[in-house]
């Protein structure tokens, strides 16, 4: 007996992401980087073409912290996307994504 469904439906069957888990960013090790982001989306009246380096900034930031596998820029979609100005990274997370290294042996 089905309950809330038509009984002609099979199994549910849940399929993964296509490139695996995205883990959530709990300690906010990125969140400037998505600040950043969502205020350049704001700015431009969310058209995402004009905010395309900081969410390379953002990427870059998850891939250096962990938060996601390190994949090529042209699978990403953003392989002519030029690097983010020095101005629109936060100063205190450019330090620290620049250096993983050092990040990892606080913890």
């Known amino acids: 007996m089905s ?7 099979q199994s549910f069957v849940v ?11 709990h300690d906010g090790e990125c969140k400037q980087f998505m ?13 995402s073409q004009e905010c395309r380096p900081q969410s390379k900034a953002y990427l ?4 250096t912290n962990g938060l996601m596998e390190r994949d090529s820029w042209d699978n990403l979609g953003l392989a002519g996307v ?9 100063t ?16």
């Open 15 to 25: 399929t993964p992401p296509e490139r695996g888990s995205f883990p959530l960013d």
């Open 60 to 63: 870059e930031c998850r891939m």
């Open 3 to 9: 309950f809330g469904r038509p009984p002609t439906f």
């Open 82 to 90: 030029p690097d983010t100005p020095a101005a629109a990274v936060p």
């Open 35 to 47: 600040q950043v982001y969502l205020n350049c989306l704001k700015q431009n009246k969310s058209q």
């Open 92 to 107: 205190h997370m450019a330090a620290s994504a620049s250096k993983p290294e050092e990040k990892k042996d606080k913890t």
